[in-house]
């Protein structure tokens, strides 16, 4: 089981920004976030903002910045995919 903790930790490695935008539309699920931490999970908690009412941070979306992270990953690993077919 810790093997596989480490994996996924390291995949998410070189990401410093929150990953997901809350139901409140604040920024979560990541440093930096606008939502508390939680049980050691950065921006997982309640909404910092004393005027928002969100209780905990409920992901919708991904954040702009992550989408592009995201979309850098896949291409890199599409290109090995498609240097192996080639
Ligand atoms: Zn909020
Ligand atoms: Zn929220």
Known sequence: MKEILKG???KMN???EPKGI???GHTGNGKGSQHQSLLGLEGEGPCIFADCHCGQFIWVRFTISYKKFLKEKTRQ???TCKKRTR
């Open 77 to 79: 690993e599409g290109n």
């Open 22 to 24: 809350c139901y409140c």
């Open 14 to 16: 070189g990401f410093q």
């Open 8 to 10: 996924g930790r390291k």
